[in-house]
C-alpha cells in the first residue's frame, strides 16, 4: 500500500523543540553527580548556580539503564 503524504495545518519545526545545549549539559552532569555534590566541583559560582536550579522536566527523567532494568 503506497504512502500517502500527509499535509499538516499548522507547520511544525523540529527545531523548535531542540533542547538547547545548556540544557542538555546540564542534564548530562545531574545523571553523573547528585545535586549536592554540585558545590564540590571545581567550577565558577555563577555554573554552580546554574547547575543546582531545580528543572522539572529533567528532574526525573529514568536514564537508558534504568529503562533496560525493568
Do not use: C
Not at 30 to 54: G, M, Q
Not at 56 to 66: A, K, L, Q
Amino acid at each position: 500500500q503506497p504512502m500517502t503524504p500527509v499535509r499538516l495545518l499548522y507547520p511544525v519545526s523540529r527545531l523548535a523543540y531542540m533542547p538547547s545545549l545548556k540544557h542538555i549539559a546540564r542534564f548530562v552532569i545531574h545523571r553523573h553527580i547528585s545535586r549536592d555534590l554540585i558545590d564540590d566541583l571545581d567550577l565558577p559560582r555563577r555554573l554552580k548556580s546554574f547547575l543546582k536550579e531545580a528543572q522539572i522536566y529533567t528532574e526525573n527523567i529514568p536514564s537508558s539503564d534504568e529503562i533496560a532494568e525493568t
